[in-house]
T-cell receptor, first 114, second 111 residues
Framework: KNQVEQSPQSLIILEGKNCTLQ??????????LRWYKQDTGRGPVSLTI?????NTKSNGRYTATLDADTKQSSLHITASQLSDSASYICVVSDRGSTLGRLYFGRGTQLTVWP | EADIYQTPRYLVIGTGKKITLECSQT?????MYWYQQDPGMELHLIHYSYGVNSTEKGDLSSESTVSRIRTEHFPLTLESARPSHTSQYLC??????????FGPGTRLTVT
């Protein structure tokens, strides 16, 4: 069964600290993996996207890694800011259908305290 | 920032009422999607469309219906709202299937 599991479910850190969010998936055949940031009451906004051949992708203070062999990805946030408080969702796409099916994780709820 | 819009952003309505959630995009995307999301849970695909006059049901069974008469417009309708329909509804569009752009969402509460 194709699934996307994220951990931790929630995380609280102090402003300025770094953190790492985890994503494990069983989606096959794999096409790409994307991390989204979703502010409360808003739609998800894409942070990074990685294909099978990419190991690392950065977007400002966000760095995503992908290990396609172990089917794991991580999102590292550097020097956190209050505005980083949001839900971070891991989304994996397969190559098995014309729809390009997306599989969503439940997200990690990050809270940054001053 | 993607050009995809949803209205209303918040809606509180009584049981039995008919509602339509609007979604519009100005990017000329052929593919559009509706997702349902409960707090702390993953997004579930309820409807999608490949283009004008094309609509399909998604993975999560939904009593809602959709239409696609124009490329830019993909409204979702509930003929008779119930408390179980209380949720956040997210609309998305894409040119490529995996690169979806999301609207801000409509938070629906049925009392």
């Amino acid at each position: 069964k194709n699934q996307v599991e994220q951990s931790p479910q929630s995380l609280i850190i102090l402003e300025g600290k770094n953190c790492t969010l985890q994503c494990n998936y069983t989606v096959s055949p794999f096409s790409n993996l994307r991390w989204y940031k979703q502010d409360t009451g808003r739609g998800p906004v894409s942070l990074t996207i990685m294909t099978f051949s990419e190991n690392t992708k950065s977007n400002g203070r966000y760095t995503a890694t992908l290990d396609a062999d172990t089917k794991q990805s991580s999102l590292h946030i550097t020097a956190s800011q209050l505005s980083d408080s949001a839900s971070y969702i891991c989304v994996v796409s397969d190559r098995g259908s014309t729809l390009g099916r997306l599989y969503f994780g439940r997200g990690t709820q990050l809270t940054v305290w001053p | 920032e993607a050009d995809i819009y949803q209205t209303p952003r918040y809606l509180v309505i009584g049981t039995g009422k008919k509602i339509t959630l609007e979604c519009s995009q100005t990017m000329g995307h052929d593919k559009m999607y509706w997702y349902q999301q409960d707090p702390g849970m993953e997004l579930h695909l309820i409807h999608y469309s490949y283009g004008v006059n094309s609509t399909e049901k998604g993975d999560l069974s939904s009593e809602s219906t959709v239409s696609r008469i124009r490329t830019e417009h993909f409204p979702l309708t509930l003929e008779s709202a119930r408390p179980s329909h209380t949720s956040q509804y997210l609309c998305a569009s894409s040119e490529l299937s995996y690169e979806q752009y999301f609207g801000p969402g409509t938070r629906l509460t049925v009392t």
